[in-house]
């Protein structure tokens, strides 16, 4: 059985908008905006139950941080690659967004 994987990316210059347009660009797939009384608005593409992608706004204010995700606080927005099989392949596609940075990969 091959191992789900969990991969975190992050931007310091690009905006969740420019950052979900790009994404689109380079893995073929659209991404859908939702809203979150958590993280505020955020940017969804995929199954909830299999692979999925989330874009975000790192800057949502939801603790004495000011960052939705303190661990990640130098990235102004963060896209998320879950639960996914073919990581190495989505890292080499998005190797093609530049200010986009490969932060961390978990299988849990």
């Given at each position: 059985m091959i191992d789900k994987i969990y991969d975190t990316y992050g931007s310091r210059t690009l905006s969740a908008d420019q950052l979900r347009a790009a994404t689109e660009r380079a893995l073929g797939i659209v991404f859908d905006s939702h809203e979150s009384s958590?993280?505020?608005?955020?940017?969804?593409?995929?199954?909830?139950?299999?692979?999925?992608?989330?874009?975000?706004?790192?800057?949502?204010?939801?603790?004495?941080?000011?960052?939705?995700?303190?661990?990640?606080?130098?990235?102004?927005?963060?896209?998320l690659v879950n639960a996914t099989t073919r990581a190495d392949e989505l890292r080499t596609r998005l190797k093609e967004i530049e200010d986009l940075e490969f932060v961390k990969s978990e299988v849990p």
């Open positions: 958590f993280s505020g608005s955020y940017y969804f593409a995929g199954d909830l139950r299999g692979e999925n992608f989330v874009i975000q706004a790192n800057d949502v204010a939801v603790d004495d941080d000011g960052v939705l995700r303190p661990d990640l606080a130098t990235y102004s927005v963060i896209l």
